[in-house]
């Protein structure tokens, strides 16, 4: 069973900066698609930036384009997420997603139903 372990979040002023890290457990991330999604108070869960298993391609939802970076460290078998230039509107609960296998995943990457496996989430907050 794949376990995943959110860490780094935290509260910071807009215009900060913060790196959330995913430790995996039981599998290696070099085999996984993986994701970060965030869910608002009130608000569906939103795919925020995904990457392929291979780690050559990478995806962002508009909003956080040129603002956020993910990728993931073999070695460490960790994904991270790089967020600058953080706004009080990227405040939101953080969570890792992993699958072995999505099909047409280009397309479907910000699916959560997707994504078999779970972090347990971790909070931003960004303050004005």
């Known amino acids: 069973q794949v376990q995943l372990v959110e860490s780094g979040g935290g509260s910071v002023q807009a215009g900060g900066s913060l790196r959330l890290s995913c430790k995996v457990s039981?599998?290696?991330?070099?085999?996984?698609?993986m994701g970060w999604f965030r869910q608002a108070p009130g608000k569906e869960r939103e795919g925020v930036a995904a990457?392929?298993?291979?780690?050559?391609?990478?995806t962002y939802t508009d909003s956080v384009k040129g603002r956020f970076t993910i990728s993931k460290d073999n070695a460490e078998n960790t994904l991270y997420l790089q967020m600058n230039s953080l706004k009080p509107e990227d405040t939101a609960m953080y969570y890792c997603a992993a699958d072995r296998s999505i099909s047409r995943w280009s397309e479907l990457w910000r699916e959560a139903d997707e994504y078999a496996f779970w972090g347990q989430g971790i909070q931003v907050s960004v303050s004005s």
């Open positions: 990457i392929s298993i291979s780690g050559d391609y990478t």
């Open positions: 039981a599998y290696t991330v070099g085999n996984l698609y």
